[in-house]
Every structure is written in structure tokens, then in C-alpha cells.
């Protein structure tokens, strides 16, 4: 009886000590795949100078990439395009700073918008940050942001959530008086991302970007070249998320609790003063 209570009880230690080992395998190949994550390790300062000029049309828009500012002079008035690749998973704030001129007499406060649009040009809905807003008549600078919903893998073609490919910013004045247009201003705009993690991936998969001229060259069947704002490490094949970690863990304690419920249920055996071929009763 104490022998078999013993064996009972060391079961029941390896059945924890495998548990115990299986969880920390999990976290830890976790820690070692978002460390190994480009988009969750970068830096904002790992980007060289960015660009000092803006497109004026969605065709022209100047390429960012990601966590790279931008720059620009213009006129009020001007409608100023940049536009920076978004993969999936991935969660884009887009900032912008509008310099004013300090000379100006300003009459009147000014209202400015920055409106962002996926590779369909859809506009895209901020969740939130100040997206709009209306400099003071002394104001010498107007601060902009909007973080947009994190980018799917997949989505219904009636939906409009955000899905891999180029991203358009587009800043202009919405509210100035008419005998102000045309006075300059600087503009800085500025896109980063972070990764949202598996718990936002879908199930499916575009079968290419949403990125311009992407269906000219793939049905080319040429090799295709690295367009404008893709992202320097190309694009994520869609298949692998963080949620296989969870789901083959989640198959390893699985496992482990039906052999601790197996030691659990089957019994102390035969008792050791029944010989073999009676049936105890």
C-alpha cells in the first residue's frame, strides 16, 4: 500500500515537472520570436534622413518607410501625398507637424487634416489621435496624429478593414480664409508601426499586396522588383503567426493532463497476494 501511495505521488511530481517544463518552453520560444521580430525591435533612430520633398497626387506620393520622417515646403492650399507600407499584424500611428511662418500676420486660425487611404484608396478611419484640428491665431505650429485599427490578413470584400500594402497620407488645409492661400509652410510627417501580435491574425491570406502596379507585374510572370514602399525585410508570407505557439503548447498540456488523469484513474493493480488467473472480487 505505501508503495504504491509513493509511486502514485511521484507520478503525480513528473506529471507537474513535465507541465512546469512544457510552460516555460512556450514563453520562452514567445520571448525568442518577438525579439526576433524586426517590426518589435526597431528603433526610431535605426532610419537614415528621409525625404525632403511630398507628392502631390496618390501616383506622385513620395515613399516613406517605416519610422521614417518626411519633409516638405509647400503652400497653404496644397494637398501634400506620402505613402509607407503596412504589413499584417502590424498597428501604423501617422504623426505630422505643420510649420507655420513666423512673419505672416495670421488673421484667422487655420484647420488642418491629414487623411490616410489603403492601397484601394479607402480611406481609413482613425481610432483615434487628432486628426483635424485648428491652429490658434498665434499658434507657429499645428500637431497631427491618427493611429489607425491594425492591419488584417484577410477580410470580407464588402468590409473596409485595413489589409497589407501601401498606405497614402495626405495633408492639406480644410478652413483657411481665401486671401491667406498660398502662404508657405513646412510640413513633417512621420509613420511607425508596432506589431499587434497574433491575437488580431485572421485565418486567409491575400494572394498579393495591395500595392500600386502590383497586378501588371505579377501577371508579367517576370521577376518582380522591390516597389516603393514595401518594407525592407518584404512582405510577411502570411502563414505563420504567433498563434501556433499557443496552439502547440496548449496540445503539449493537453497531453500531460490526460497522462496526470490516466496515474489519476487506473487503479493500484492486482494486489500482490492474488495469484494470477483469479478474479478478485
Known sequence: MVTTTSRRARGVRRAFAGALLAGLTLFTSAG???ADDPSASASPGDEGPGPTEAGTTFRTATALQQGQSGTAQASAGDYLYWVFPADTGERATVKATVKLPEGEVKRSGSTWQIDVYDGLRRRQACQYGHQTRKAAADASAVELSCVLRTVRSWSEPWANDPLP???YVRL?????PA???GLPFEAEVRADV???????????ALAEPLVPGIS???????PQARTAGEP???WASGWWTTRWLWTVGGGVLAALAAVFGYTLTRGRGRPAHVPHGVRQL
Open 194 to 204: 508596432v506589431d499587434a501580435g497574433g491575437a488580431h491574425h485572421v485565418d486567409g
Open 232 to 234: 525592407e525585410d518584404g
Open 216 to 222: 501588371v507585374t505579377g501577371a508579367s510572370g517576370a
Open 165 to 167: 500594402g501601401s498606405y
Open 179 to 181: 486671401d491667406e492661400l
Open 32 to 34: 525568442a520570436a518577438v
Open 172 to 176: 492639406t488645409v480644410v478652413n483657411l
